[in-house]
């Protein structure tokens, strides 16, 4: 696959981006050469191959999940926190609408 100034152009108005013709001139090769890059990874052979989020083996650290471990923060509340909104509705935080 390659770009050519038009399609460089469609691109840029896509993107918002004022280019003028010295500078979509120049951005036709490095595009053409990053899609060539691309093709290029996709001649890799990844058989057996298992995908990963990391170059390095993370495992997270869980914490126990317990209700009400914390008397001040845990569940149970609600009349508490909703105290001290300027607005709750129907047991929840009441906010301004946004959309008409």
Same mark, same amino acid.
């Given at each position: 696959m390659s770009v050519d100034k038009?399609?460089?152009?469609? !691109?840029?108005?896509? =993107?918002r981006i004022k280019m003028g013709d010295d500078e979509l001139e120049t951005m036709v090769p490095e595009l053409n050469n990053i899609l060539e890059w691309v093709e290029q990874l996709g001649e890799v052979n990844v058989d057996?191959?298992?995908?990963m989020s990391a170059v !390095?083996?993370?495992?997270?650290?869980l914490?126990?999940?317990v209700i009400d471990a914390d008397p001040k923060t845990a569940g149970g509340r609600?009349?508490?926190?909703?105290a001290n909104a300027p607005? =709750?509705?129907?047991?929840?935080?009441g906010v301004p609408?946004?959309?008409?």
């Open positions: 038009q399609t460089v152009a469609k !691109i840029a108005g896509l =993107a057996g191959i298992e995908p !390095i083996p993370n495992t997270l650290r914490r126990d999940d609600r009349e508490d926190v909703l607005a =709750a509705e129907h047991g929840f935080f609408k946004v959309i008409e």
